[in-house]
């Protein structure tokens, strides 16, 4: 009983594996990501944010929205960590 158990579940498992394949896109800089290096990413309700050497990035509606430390507040666009509680985004840099 144990063995067929084993076996239906490798088996539903596997094929679920299987069909979520074609949901995968990749997105890089060429699409609008501001570096193709991710260190980190948190998600939020309607936005996920994406944390590089270069900045953030802010995907939201098949775009990217870029902020560095030229088009905003940042001191370090250097992003080590980024998490999002509620409506507030934190960031660790390197300075």
């Known amino acids: 009983m144990k063995n067929i158990l084993l076996l239906t579940f490798f088996l539903f498992g596997f094929s679920g594996i299987l069909l979520c394949q074609d949901y995968w896109k990749t997105y890089r800089k060429t699409d609008g990501l501001v570096d193709s290096v991710i260190v980190d990413i948190a998600v939020g309700d309607d936005k996920v944010y994406i944390a590089t050497p270069r900045g ?10 870029n902020y560095d430390t030229s088009n905003s507040n940042l001191i370090d666009q250097n992003i080590k960590i980024i998490r999002q509680f509620k409506d507030t985004v934190y960031m660790v840099t390197d300075s």
């Open 56 to 65: 953030v990035s802010i995907f939201e509606n098949d775009t990217f929205v």
